[in-house]
């Protein structure tokens, strides 16, 4: 992840029209994946998407911003969303305390 990066609180994962799917965790990898790999004409959601993107790493606009103008240019250009959840370590369960038994 590059030092200027700003992740999303929640990841997008995006169904490419090969079937392939692929997630994106913040605005660097979003605008990346926007400029360079975009399978279809630029329309005017991708426009935006391009700019909140170029605007959070600026600092400048909140991730969320960004994150919904992707999910936006995505369904554009026929590419649906669904939430990726993030991969959390199970959190024990603090231990029983032992029944007192009567004698």
Known sequence: MPLNDVPWTQPV???LQCGLERTFTGAYDALDFLE???P???GERHERAVKTCRGVL???????????AFV????????????????????????RPARLVAH
């Open 13 to 15: 994962r995006i169904r």
């Open 36 to 38: 360079n790999e975009w």
């Open 40 to 42: 279809l004409r630029h």
């Open 58 to 68: 600026n600092g400048i606009i909140p991730g969320i911003v960004a994150r919904d």
């Open 72 to 95: 936006a240019a995505c369904l554009e250009a026929g590419m649906p969303s669904a939430l990726a959840s993030w991969k959390r370590k199970p959190t024990p369960h603090p231990a």
